[in-house]
């Protein structure tokens, strides 16, 4: 099982460019990285996912380096709203994929 | 537009009372799961269930079991509450393969008493 590690929280200004790093030393060669958002009294939601290289879409870019031992959420230009707690997730492929979650990084956006 | 249906939001339950959290989804898809969420622990996996009646055990599966007769439905039982099994719980469903994106209820939160 490939575990995760992310940092617990972080803290950062309305327009600024976010960057979360994940570390997953142990990732298997099938597995995907996938990133969720959770606002309080909700569920996770998805954002992203990728394999390898860079990935984007219309709310986030994520990197991931050559040797996949980790990988980068980046949100431009953060709003309050984006306050909320980000996961990482990397792929178990034993039949069915699971979920496991860590802990998540507490982002706090500041006006 | 997707959705997963959890039966409650909020539920206060006695010690001892057996209690079932209800869970639909209307993707068709083959996995559904129960998490527990509590502060600073992140979201675990209790049970998660690949195929109607099939079932596997998360990671803190303890005091819990599951059901799963219908592929849209998923039911977490306590079977005798307790205090420590105060938490908010959430569903889950996804599709197979590696990578699918997973679909959340939005919670309900327990408290047993």
């Known amino acids: 099982l490939a575990k995760t590690t992310q940092p617990i929280s972080m803290d950062s200004y309305e327009g600024q460019e976010v960057n979360i790093t994940c570390s997953h030393n142990n990732i298997a060669t099938n597995d995907y990285i996938t990133w969720y958002q959770q606002f309080p009294s909700q569920g996770p939601r998805f954002i992203i996912q990728?394999?390898?290289t860079k990935v984007t879409n219309e709310v986030a870019s994520l990197f991931i380096p050559a040797d996949r031992k980790s990988s980068t959420l980046s949100l431009p230009r953060v709003s309050l709203s984006d306050t909320a707690v980000y996961y990482c997730?990397?792929?178990?492929?034993?039949?069915?994929?699971?979920?496991?979650f860590g802990t998540g990084t507490r982002l706090k956006v500041l006006a | 537009d997707v959705k997963v249906t959890q039966s409650s939001r909020y539920l206060v339950k006695r010690t001892g009372e057996k209690v079932f959290l209800e869970c639909v989804q209307d993707m068709d898809h083959e996995n559904m799961f129960w998490y527990r969420q509590d502060p600073g622990l992140g979201l675990r996996l209790i049970y998660f269930?690949?195929?109607?009646?099939?079932?596997e055990k998360g990671d803190i599966p303890e005091g819990y079991s599951v059901s799963r007769e219908k592929k849209e439905r998923f039911s977490l039982i306590l079977e005798s509450a307790s205090t420590n099994q105060t938490s908010m719980y959430l569903c889950?469903?996804?599709?197979?393969?590696?990578?699918?994106?997973?679909?959340f209820g939005q919670g309900t939160r327990l408290t047993v008493v």
């Open positions: 889950a469903s996804s599709g197979t393969g590696v990578g699918t994106e997973a679909f």
């Open positions: 269930s690949y195929d109607v009646k099939m079932k």
């Open positions: 990728g394999y390898k």
């Open positions: 997730l990397v792929g178990e492929e034993k039949g069915t994929y699971k979920y496991i």
